[in-house]
C-alpha cells in the first residue's frame, strides 16, 4: 500500500486516517471553501475556534509527535472536502 509507504508505517498512517475522520465529520474543524476569502481576523478567529473545539474532540493525543497530523488535515485541506 503506497500510502503506508508514504506515512512511514502502518501505525502512523492509521493516527492520519483517525484525525482525517474526525476533521471531516465535524463541521468546526471542516476546512471550508470560503476560508481563501477570509481577511486575516477571520482567519485568526477560526483558527482559534478550531483549536477550541480540536482539544474537545482530539482522537489522539496532541503532542510534539501528533501535530503534523492535525496540521495537514486541517490547515492541508485534506479533511474530505466535497466540491461538487
Known sequence: MMAQ?????KDKLEMF????SVCA??????NKMSYA???RDEQQE??????????QVAPVPIDYLST????????GGVSKIRYF
Open 25 to 30: 465529520s465535524d463541521p468546526i474543524l471542516k
Open 37 to 39: 476569502d477570509f481577511e
Open 17 to 20: 486516517r483517525k484525525i482525517q
Open 68 to 75: 503534523a497530523y492535525y496540521q495537514v488535515c486541517l490547515m
Open 5 to 9: 509507504v508514504a506515512w512511514g508505517s
Open 46 to 55: 477560526d483558527g482559534f475556534r478550531k483549536l477550541n473545539r480540536l482539544v
